[in-house]
């Protein structure tokens, strides 16, 4: 998984347990950070630091280098990834990047002198979503799950796409950064439509797929709140999840606002890392 | 006897001087398998922007010399055959040390670029063998008849 990482960095993550490390952040010419159960360390040759004295630190060539292993040694086979800040391992681990925007017009074509790395590490828990399928007892219900990042919304909808291919429900998943469908080992009733803009992906999957249900990631302006809407209005149930702190904050002003008229049910989890906060039937209290 | 040794001797002549020729046909073998890969890699990069190692994994050739050319794409330093001159090196090895490294429309103009190189040397190539191989297998057998001849 960490081929693409400098053969120091990989030796120095080797002494790391897996299970705990949540992401690694390299930054140029700073200490290497890791995300490890809950807490930030600096990654050392001798594994985790508190103290950034004998922490790894990466230079602007050796990044560079790592963007180009990242991609496949194939930088224009990621361009539009790139773009959008982001480029997806086959294993659906999302690395994050940011440098220099390359512009045309109001449209980012490209990131070059790239100067952060994020490697954002899923885990698989299964049974997280247990508390959320008990009100799916007599039905698929549009769930919203409200978190701010890092906290396991896309772990949680993950779950909850297993759980409901194991009980044979056609599920679409509109995959937009292929995070959520590489790590699903149960998926026997799953389609997926990844690195596609949800619009594209609700449209098109309605039409060819006839899902039961479309579940997505990052919920993020207007022309995604149109995708559930035209799904809901189809008769296709959405799970989707958003950024946020709580049900009020999301639907509070901006492009976001009328997102919870949308929904059925609202998740909100914070308080430690895949923790559900809060399960609120919205319909009850419109 | 003689006229036995003779045309032994122009059989050989003949033989050593398609021999010689075959150098120069290996090399504009070479050059069009190169050609026909860059093409393929163009048209990859152009539609599906393929990673390299896909398009490397899905070319077809049946020049196994160009092979270890191949593998280098992902696996290191570039590797020639002997009969590739310094400065064809030079070209080549530069063109799949920039090969992955900028977006598409740049990795596009590249390959252009590279293609139309390649083609160029290609057709220098196979002018050179035509002359060659003509020139050297009548000389081989202009030789052996000349022995043949100082023979009888």
Do not use: W
């Amino acid at each position: 998984m960490f081929g693409f990482l400098p053969k120091r960095i990989q030796e120095g993550l080797s002494a790391v347990n897996p299970d705990k490390l949540f992401e690694v952040r390299i930054r140029k010419d700073r200490p290497v950070c890791v995300g490890y159960g809950g807490d930030t360390a600096y990654l050392t040759p001798c594994g985790l630091s508190l103290s950034a004295a004998k922490a790894f630190t990466v230079s602007g060539d050796e990044l560079a280098q790592i963007v180009f292993e990242l991609c496949d040694r194939s930088v224009y086979s990621h361009t539009d990834k790139i773009a959008k800040g982001f480029v997806t391992l086959p294993e659906g681990v999302r690395v994050g990047l940011c440098g220099e925007c390359v512009t045309d017009g109001e449209r980012i074509t490209n990131i070059k002198n790239i100067t952060s790395v994020n490697i954002r590490l899923p885990h698989a828990v299964k049974g997280c979503s247990d508390k959320v399928m008990s009100h799916f007892v007599h039905g698929v219900l549009n769930t919203i799950v409200i978190s701010p990042p890092g906290v396991g919304k896309t772990t949680l909808v993950r779950d909850i796409a297993e759980r409901l291919s194991s009980n044979l429900c056609n599920v679409l998943i509109a995959d937009e950064r292929n995070e959520i469908f590489p790590l699903m080992t149960s998926r026997d009733t799953v389609d997926a439509i990844v690195y596609a803009p949800k619009k594209y992906a609700f449209e098109n999957g309605i039409r060819s797929m006839s899902p039961d249900v479309i579940i997505t990631d990052e919920l993020m302006g207007r022309a995604d709140l149109e995708a559930v809407a035209m799904a809901e209005r189809s008769g296709v149930k959405v799970i989707a999840t958003v950024h946020g702190v709580g049900v009020e904050d999301v639907d509070r002003e901006g492009e976001m606002r009328g997102i919870i008229g949308l929904f059925e049910l609202a998740v909100v989890l914070g308080g430690g890392r895949g923790r559900i906060k809060e399960i609120r039937k919205l319909g009850e209290n419109a | 006897m003689k006229t036995v040794t003779g045309l032994v001797i122009v059989l050989l002549s003949t033989v050593l001087g398609s021999l010689y020729a075959s150098k120069f046909k290996k090399k504009r073998d070479y050059f069009v398998s190169l050609e026909n890969f860059a093409v393929y890699l163009k048209r990859e990069i152009s539609f599906s922007a393929s990673p390299l190692k896909t398009v490397v994994g899905s070319f077809r050739t049946d020049n196994e010399e160009l092979a270890p050319l191949l593998n280098s794409v992902t696996e290191g330093e570039a590797v020639f055959p002997e009969y590739i001159t310094e400065d064809e090196r030079g070209i080549i090895g530069r063109f799949f040390e920039k090969l992955g490294k900028s977006d598409r429309t740049n990795e596009i103009e590249l390959t252009s670029a590279f293609v139309e190189e390649i083609k160029r040397k290609k057709e220098e190539e196979s002018g050179r063998y035509k002359r060659v191989a003509a020139l050297s297998v009548k000389l081989g057998f202009f030789f052996g008849l000349a022995v043949f001849i100082i023979l009888l």
